[in-house]
Structures are given as C-alpha cells and as structure tokens.
C-alpha cells in the first residue's frame, strides 16, 4: 500500500508554466512506473506522463515537448514541469503509482489554464 499526496496546481494564463509535485509514502522503486493522468470536465481520465524504474519516459502526444515528468529517488516524489499551458490543459491531475497492472492513485490537483 502506498499513499501518494499531489501539490502544484492552480490557475495560470495560456502560455504559462506550472511545476506539479507527487510524494509518495514509499520507496519509489517499489513501483514499475509512477506519473500523472489527468481527467477533464465530462472526458475520461488519459495517460500524460509516466516514468518507470528504469527512468524511461513516455508522454501523451498533446503535451510532448511541453511537460517534463522527472523523479527524485531520495524524496520519493516525481514532478511534472508543464510549460507553455493551453486551455485545452485544464483537468484534474492525478498521480499515480503502479505495480504491475495495480494502481494506486492520488485525491487529485486541479490546473486551470485561463485568462
């Protein structure tokens, strides 16, 4: 079991920068890959970015080149560095960490991106 706790969000203009941070209770290399998802109004939840134990990355198309996920292993957090926000940015962001096909996820951040 694993309890991971989000921070980080808030509401910025288009084209603007907010860094999301995930700190999980336990060691991050307990878990095959950590990252973020995130769910808007009315829209199921989708993949934006992941890390696995390895330090290999994967990013949804919509934000690659934008958003960075990174990790710190002795903080047992992961972050997610999004730069040049859209509208189309505005969600819930939900951490989450798995274990095999096991997910554990955070309560969720909200990000708004408006002017």
């Known amino acids: 079991q694993v309890d991971l706790a989000e921070s980080g969000g808030g509401l910025v203009q288009p084209g603007g920068s907010l860094s999301l941070s995930c700190a999980a209770s336990r060691n991050v290399f307990d878990f095959n890959a950590l990252g973020w998802y995130r769910q808007a109004p009315g829209k199921q939840r989708d993949l934006v970015a992941s890390i696995n134990v390895g330090g290999r990355t994967d990013y949804a198309d919509s934000v690659n080149g934008r958003f960075t996920i990174s990790r710190d292993n002795a903080k047992n957090t992961v972050a997610l560095q999004m730069n040049d926000l859209k509208r189309e940015d505005t969600a819930v962001y939900y951490c989450?960490?798995?274990?095999?096909?096991?997910?554990?996820w955070g309560p969720g951040t909200q990000v708004t991106v408006s002017s």
């Open positions: 989450f960490a798995r274990i095999l096909r096991r997910y554990t």
